[in-house]
């Protein structure tokens, strides 16, 4: 059984909920005033609302950390991992994501006993960060040093804010990054956060990747088109259009979270 149905073995389309954790100490955002335990408020609260909402798994995301950074410093990793370690469900899996350091990631992903994480760990990209390269054979080796063969990988082949300097389309990077890096996952995005990539390039992964490994939609699920994507997808991440006024930067409306699941249940 693959890492995917272990996390999911009864699920057949999973919706995995973002929970975006507030500027981290040090980043130019970063409410001193209201301190760590601001943070740890703000995740719970969301936490709790995606919970009650009925999601398949939440994600714990970095969100705020504008602008990101490629190498993440000691203390972005500590005090990620801790408010992760606080907020996390007991009832459902959970994973960790941090823009974007794929390494810190999986620290934080083993720190905090996550079943997943999420990066993008191939290519080379021209990005609002810089010249980027991610390192895929030293985060699998890293995996297998910690002892956590059984973390899945999430796999984004279109980061947001970036594109690749190479020529292949999404579909090919898709294939090759299954054969030469082997993800759990590997996950579609739009130029953005919240934003929508075209139905098409989720169909066309979805056609050129075995069908042993899953392809979910990593950005742009709302709840009014969400049954267009799940023609295609095997499931979704979803933040923005969770938030009030759909705006990623806010808390977790209520409203939307159940107006989501009835649609994607529904699809």
Known sequence: MSRFSKIFPNVKK?????????????TPLYDAAKGVQGLIDHVKRDTEELL????????FCNEGDRPYQLNAGLEASAV??????ECK???IPF???FLWDEQCAMAIAVGSSAYFMREVITGTWESDMGLWTPDAA???RNRRNFGRDDLAIFANITPEFASSIGQRTPAQMAKSTVVSSLPDVILVSGPMAGSQPDVKTVAD??????KEIPVLLNTGARSTTIKEFFKHADGCIVGSDLKRDGYTWNE????????????????
């Open 205 to 210: 992964v979805r056609e050129a990747v075995e």
């Open 138 to 140: 030293t985060l699998l």
């Open 80 to 85: 990620m991992t801790r408010v992760v370690t």
């Open 95 to 97: 994973g960790v994501d």
């Open 252 to 267: 977790v409306d209520p409203e939307r979270a159940k107006r989501f699941i009835d649609a994607a249940r529904s699809a």
């Open 89 to 91: 469900p007991t009832d």
């Open 52 to 59: 009650k909402a009925g999601f398949d798994a939440i994600l």
């Open 14 to 26: 999973p919706l995995i909920a973002m929970a975006h954790v507030p500027p981290l100490p040090g």
